[in-house]
């Protein structure tokens, strides 16, 4: 049963992610995403982080891909029907990609990846809370630095002028 | 009867064990699902048709007329009257409108309505799926809601309703953070966030202990409804019904729903953290009790959200994101970071929610009294005649 699942949300992440660079509009191409966004929880939740589902659609879901939408429709020809889709490299960047394809595969079939045995703990949202302020403090502060960064240029870039 | 005593999970479990006599193991999981999906989809529904009735008595009678009370006694059918004019209504497409965008966002935005009945906890045992993160749960929920404003602003092809579907972002962004604060507040004060085990820690209802987060819930889950006093998005004098302007027929009765659903949806909510949920007297002898306890508690929230969309004026929109960011995210802070110390603290528990509640107390007067002042200050800049002067 869990196999089916898996099999489903993957090619719906995967086929919309496709989607998403192929389409001709570019504001369904966001939609595509927020579908691939969908796909990603999807996944979460198999793994059993639920917590991490969840926020991967209030976060993702929910404000990053409002602010690709905005940004799309800041921009011009957003549904032009006359831009083409792919340009002429296209024989090349086929090429590369297959060998991209190939480094990978060979990659993740042969390392031997480390697996952590035992089952997910039940107070895994306790122990998330307690790495964040204990071992992980570092990067959570640097994070929040970053974010109160973006929130003043975001005031100064929005600000009205005084003249 | 003590089958009747706890008669909703019983129920469960005999119907349970009569499908298995008959099906495989699998076949009996999908019925529970199917049954329970259907009764999700069908709490919007409810929502609608009784709180669309409910809604025209309180606020007629506010408005000091009677409301309908021609189909049917009191006019009970009138909502069954409206449904169906809506039904046999021509669907309009614009012309240029973007179809599948334009036809998918009612159907997401009436899901988002439905999804968020799963983790309700109507009694005890009587919930969805309880899930570890409940609450988060509905908030992110919530937030499907905010795509599929822009993808009705957007698939409409109209500037109107493309600027309107601004403004509902607009709205909808700013005031999930004081959402989630007063949210983080309570999970702080439950020590979970499965909403069964909320329920199960309001040994008094936490209304009493965190006045503030109350408020700033409120408030902010009457804002992202879009209820009034923030129904700048849909009021006909202002935008003219905003971003839902091109929809027509069932369309419309999607958005309607999903309306009253959410409604619905965020006083249940109300109830669970902060009312009590379905706790009450002789609750726990007779857990069958809940259900009625938690829709009388609903029912009640629901009163007061009509009684202030009949009493108060509508904000405008910079006032209403100003209110947002500049008073209830501080006061949420303070709140969250008081009662974070407060928890720290090991003293009796009884005396640590009087601490919380003191600390409350203390930050409402002090947003009282700022409030106040800059409206003294804006009153006089603007030559407006001051409250102290009397009738003249």
Do not use: C
Request: avoid cysteine; hydrophobic fraction near 60%.
């Amino acid at each position: 049963m869990q196999q089916v699942m898996f099999i489903v949300i993957s090619a719906v992440t995967l086929i919309s992610g496709a989607l998403v660079v192929t389409t001709r509009s570019l504001f369904r191409s966001a939609l595509w995403l927020v579908l691939a966004f969908f796909g990603i929880a999807g996944l979460f939740v198999l793994l059993n982080a639920e917590f991490l589902a969840v926020a991967q659609i209030l976060i993702y879901v929910g404000a990053i891909s409002i602010l690709i939408i905005f940004a799309i429709m800041l921009s011009r020809g957003v549904m032009d029907p006359e831009t083409r889709r792919f340009n002429d490299q296209w024989g090349v960047v086929a090429g590369f990609t297959a060998v991209l394809l190939v480094l990978l595969v060979a990659i993740l079939t042969r390392v031997q990846w480390p697996l952590a045995a035992g089952a997910v703990p039940a107070d895994a949202i306790q122990r998330l809370g307690a790495d964040f302020v204990g071992p992980y403090v570092i990067p959570f502060e640097v994070a929040s630095v970053l974010l109160v960064a973006a929130m003043i240029g975001a005031i100064i870039i929005a600000r009205e002028r005084e003249n | 009867m003590d089958y009747v005593l706890d008669f909703f999970v019983n129920l469960g479990r005999s119907w349970t064990t009569w499908l298995g006599t008959f099906l495989p193991e699998w076949g009996v999981t999908i019925i529970n699902y199917l049954v329970g999906g259907i009764i999700l989809v069908l709490m919007p529904v409810i929502a609608t048709l009784t709180l669309t009735w409910m809604e025209r008595k309180v606020i007629g009678r506010i408005q000091n007329r009677l409301g309908p009370n021609r189909v049917g006694p009191w006019g009970i059918f009138q909502a069954i009257a409206d449904a169906v004019k809506m039904l046999i209504k021509e669907d309009i497409i614009p012309d240029a409108a973007d179809r599948p965008v334009f036809n998918l966002a009612p159907i997401l935005i009436a899901g988002a309505a439905a999804l968020v009945w799963a983790v309700m906890p109507f009694g005890k045992g009587v919930i969805g799926v309880d899930l570890n993160v409940g609450v988060l749960y509905l908030v992110a929920v919530g937030s499907i809601t905010t795509v599929s404003v822009i993808m009705a602003g957007w698939g409409s092809n109209n500037k109107f309703a493309l600027i309107g579907a601004f403004r509902g972002v607009a709205q909808l962004l700013s005031y999930e953070v004081p959402m989630i604060l007063s949210i983080a507040t309570v999970v702080l004060l439950a020590g979970s966030m499965s909403t069964m085990r909320i329920v199960e820690a309001q040994q008094i209802p936490f209304i009493f202990v965190l006045p503030v987060a109350f408020i700033a819930y409120f408030l902010a889950s009457a804002a992202e409804v879009g209820r009034a006093p923030f129904d700048l998005l849909e009021a006909d004098s202002e935008i003219v019904a905003g971003y839902f302007i091109e929809y027509s027929g069932l369309k419309f009765g999607w958005f309607y729903i999903a309306e009253y659903g959410n409604l619905f949806a965020v006083s249940a909510i109300t109830a669970t953290l902060f009312l009590g949920g379905w706790r009450g007297p002789f609750s726990h002898q007779a857990p069958v009790l809940g259900p009625l306890y938690f829709i009388i508690k609903t029912v009640l929230v629901v009163f007061v959200m009509m009684w202030i969309r009949g009493t108060w004026p509508r904000f405008r929109i910079d006032q209403m994101l100003g209110f947002a960011w500049k008073v209830l995210v501080p006061a949420s802070l303070a709140n969250l970071l008081w009662v974070a110390i407060v928890l720290k603290i090991a003293l009796p528990t009884i005396v640590q929610w009087a601490l919380m509640l003191g600390g409350n107390l203390l930050i409402l007067v002090i947003a009282a009294g700022m409030l106040g002042r800059a409206a003294k200050r804006h009153a006089e800049q603007r030559n407006l005649a001051p409250l102290s002067s009397g009738a003249a």
